[in-house]
Nanobody, 124 residues
Framework: QVLLVESGGGLVQAGGSLRLSCAAS????????MGWFRQAPGKERAFVAG????????VYADSVKGRFTISRENAKNTLSLQMNSLQPEDTDVYYC?????????????????WGQGTQVTVSS
């Protein structure tokens, strides 16, 4: 059974930082592309960032480029998202995603495994 468990969400003031983590089990983590998505109530889930199995390739949504950094530690089966310069519009539930495909894609339908999500709230 594949489990992706997110942690690190919370409440932060605008301009602040948070670091999200995702602990993965039940899959060969080092063979999987991994990603972060986010979703607000009543809206579609949206791509935030993705990383290749080796960590050598990363992709970001335009809205977070230069502020968020995705990284992974294959030896620990963990994925991270460092979020800096947070703004109220970054308020969402953030989801960890994984898949055995090679290339990082932005479509939610391309990803097989999902975590339960962690809430990030940025106050103005």
């Amino acid at each position: 059974q594949v489990l992706l468990v997110e942690s690190g969400g919370g409440l932060v003031q605008a301009g602040g930082s948070l670091r999200l983590s995702c602990a993965a089990s039940g899959l060969t983590f080092s063979n999987c592309r991994m990603g972060w998505f986010r979703q607000a109530p009543g809206k579609e889930r949206a791509f935030v960032a993705g990383i290749s199995w080796s960590g050598g390739s990363t992709v970001y949504a335009d809205s977070v480029k230069g502020r968020f950094t995705i990284s992974r530690e294959n030896a620990k089966n963990t994925l991270s998202l460092q979020m800096n310069s947070l703004q109220p519009e970054d308020t969402d539930v953030y989801y960890c995603a994984g898949d055995s495909a090679f290339y990082v894609t932005k479509r939610t339908s391309d990803w097989m495994y999902w975590g339960q999500g962690t809430q990030v709230t940025v106050s103005s």
